[in-house]
């Protein structure tokens, strides 16, 4: 947070021990002051939203909501102080809410997708060559930015939080690097960093980003959003340190490790002034980053400094993410939140709510139940095998009788007797098994974490597939959603910096630019390729005759090296790339099918008809040999496992009854055909 201040009976700024706050020396321009009061007003606006009650979250605030559900997923026990004749009571709970979040999060993983790609040029016709290497750039970028693994806790997020946020960011960081010279002297030189520059995805955390407004549900809607970050001192320096000067004075020399700054509300002067952050934030510094869309307005603050250009602070300071789009007949940059959002399931049925309901939320009181039971049932049998004994006489008995093994000392001649209460056992089995129930129907049944138990029929088998599908059919969509929202903000980045050149300064006599060239892996075929795509500048406004075009392809074929080679070449004019309309998609029907391993059995099953003998003939069998045989199960070279010539075909032709054909002449349709019974 930006911090607190605490004032005496005068309104005086004082500290945690009574002490007067003295001003800050961070003294910045009165332009920068007023933004600043205006971000510390919306912060505390967005920090209030975050600790308020709603009735969405059971009467709890946003934080509140989310540790509890975090501790349902976690089966969170925690240490508290228990009076010793307490100490015998069971504290455990059950693994039953994660087992299930886990199920439905190993069936999500492996219906991972990238997004699909459709694109429409200036004339508004599609293009899908254009459409192709947009594709192949975006799945490239997110690969390298470690999207499977990120995919991971995307979802697992969605499952736990009441939202999931990712955030594309597009960073160029430097580091020193020393090098030896000849004479032996070391020289350090500024260079990028190529393992930390690029795209980066970042899964935040629940608390550390801040929407304006509650009830409106689309990213892109919100008045505006802050970003915090906690980061070390020493990690400041090297992203600040010498890049905001202001009057000759370098920014981060105010920043300090542990503090913060706070201005007064309703002040005149609007003087600042220094406090402490939290305890445990002595070596630390708050990062946060505030954006204003309608405004085109983005402006970083650490620990309480600007971090920004000081002049004419409002228009120059503009959203670092932002997306190219036509408006009217100009193609205009435009400011995009860089942030994705979706949850597990909605919340509020007209959709009005940022927020939706976690997983774990779902099966929070359904797991509280089961848990409470399973202490009962283990209590109980405790006392039941080692009973207490109760003895006849006088004597004062209280709490502390009731433990296992307890024996109360009594006077001579006093009656024992045993615990005999008789403790309901099964009755606490029995609602822990509803319990168990409750939460199958509310997520996933145990058959479908594969845990399948002797006796299940083949009708309780199809009805858990039923029920998995109805719920990941709703969390499908959401992800999908998300998914698609990801490689948006991806394609922004790609657009922005990936399609501008540079300046070659190899050939100076003419002033020619240089463009990027992207090598990427891919599959056509079941056959692992290489993709490369070139930037380039050759074609850019040249009128091209369709044979002009169809040689350069020709040209482009023979450098790729032919029919069978591994390698496809793309040249790209990086104007018209950028100046394309793109639409991004995702096909929630195909996650389900991954999801729950339906597509091989498609494959399977389309198959199986594709080589019925009554359809035979009116199929080409070499193609569905290629396309669900051979290419679906072939490895990464399933070239290797295809006949020669037309053996394959000669073969197919003896299988189906056609005449020995040495010759390896593929009969026709319309032979095959006479060789099969009419039905």
């Not at 709890?60 to 307490?86: C, I, N, W």
């Not at 505030?290 to 250009?309: A, C, I, K, P, S």
């Not at 069978?564 to 790339?577: H, L, T």
């Amino acid at each position: 947070m930006i911090g607190t201040i605490v004032t005496d009976n005068e309104g005086n700024p004082i500290d945690g021990q009574g002490k007067k706050l003295s001003p800050s020396a961070y003294n910045p321009p009165d332009e920068v002051k007023k933004l600043f009061a205006k971000v510390q007003q919306d912060y505390m606006t967005a920090y209030a939203l975050q600790h308020r009650p709603f009735q969405e979250f059971d009467g709890y605030s946003l934080l509140v909501r989310s540790r509890m559900d975090q501790e349902t997923f976690g089966a969170y026990v925690g240490a508290e102080y228990v009076p010793k004749h307490k100490a015998w009571r069971w504290k455990g709970r059950k693994n039953t809410a994660r087992n299930k979040l886990i199920g439905i999060l190993a069936h999500m993983i492996a219906g991972m997708l990238y997004p699909f790609v459709y694109a429409k040029n200036e004339e508004n016709e599609e293009d899908k060559d254009i459409a192709k290497v947009m594709k192949i750039l975006v799945e490239e970028h997110l690969r390298k930015a470690t999207y499977e693994t990120k995919f991971l806790y995307m979802v697992l997020s969605a499952l736990v939080n009441p939202a999931v946020h990712v955030e594309i960011e597009y960073v160029q960081a430097m580091q020193r690097i020393k090098q030896r010279l000849a004479d032996g002297s070391i020289k350090i030189v500024e260079a990028v960093d190529e393992l930390l520059s690029g795209l980066n995805l970042n899964v935040l955390p629940i608390d550390m980003i801040l929407p304006a407004d509650f009830f409106t549900n689309e990213v892109q809607k919100q008045p505006y959003y802050i970003r915090l970050n906690r980061i070390p001192w020493d990690l400041a320096r090297k992203k600040y340190q010498g890049k905001f000067i202001i009057d000759g004075v370098d920014q981060f020399d105010f920043v300090e490790a542990g503090k913060t700054r706070v201005m007064l509300a309703g002040q005149e002067n609007q003087t600042l002034y220094d406090i402490e952050w939290t305890v445990a934030d002595v070596g630390f510094v708050q990062e946060m980053t505030v954006y204003y869309r309608d405004e085109d307005l983005e402006t970083t603050w650490v620990g309480g400094v600007f971090m920004g250009n000081d002049k004419d602070i409002y228009n120059s300071n503009p959203f670092t993410h932002r997306r190219f789009t036509l408006i009217g007949k100009e193609w205009m940059s435009i400011p995009v939140y860089p942030f994705a959002k979706s949850y597990f399931e909605p919340i509020d049925p007209t959709g009005r709510f940022y927020y939706g309901k976690s997983g774990a939320f779902k099966e929070y009181w359904d797991a509280l139940g089961q848990d409470r039971m399973h202490q009962i049932a283990y209590d109980g049998t405790y006392l039941d095998v080692i009973k207490p004994l109760f003895m006849s006489g006088v004597a004062k008995v209280d709490a502390t009788v009731l433990i296992p093994g307890a024996t109360i000392g009594m006077p001579a001649g006093a009656q024992v007797t045993p615990y005999q209460l008789g403790p309901n056992l099964m009755g606490a089995m029995n609602m822990m098994n509803q319990e168990v129930t409750d939460m199958s129907n509310s997520t996933q049944d145990k058959i479908m974490e594969g845990m399948v138990e002797k006796g299940v029929t083949a009708y309780a088998t199809s009805k858990a597939e039923n029920n998995a599908r109805i719920f990941l059919g709703v969390f499908g969509i959401m992800m999908a959603d998300l998914i698609t929202k990801v490689g948006e903000l991806t394609m922004d980045c790609i657009i922005a910096h990936e399609t501008v050149g540079e300046l070659d300064n190899s050939v100076p006599e003419a002033l020619k630019m240089r463009f990027k060239t992207f090598l990427a892996k891919g599959k056509e075929k079941g056959k692992d390729i290489t993709h490369r795509i070139e930037f380039t500048d050759e074609y850019m406004g040249r009128q091209m005759t369709d044979k002009q075009v169809k040689d350069e392809q020709w040209k482009i074929y023979d450098k790729e090296g032919g029919v069978d080679s591994d390698q496809r070449i793309y040249k790209v004019n990086p104007y018209q790339f950028a100046r394309t309309s793109y639409t991004m998609y995702v096909d929630s029907d195909q996650i389900v099918r991954k999801s729950m391993g339906l597509d091989e059995q498609r494959k399977m099953l389309a198959f199986n008809i594709m080589t019925d003998p009554r359809v035979v003939p009116y199929t080409d069998q070499k193609a569905v040999v290629n396309e669900f045989a051979i290419e679906a199960y072939g490895g990464d070279d399933p070239d290797k496992f295809k006949s020669k010539g037309d053996q394959g075909a000669g073969m197919l032709g003896s299988i189906m009854g056609a005449p020995a054909n040495p010759g390896g002449v593929v009969p026709t349709n319309q032979e095959l055909m006479a060789k099969q019974p009419i039905l």
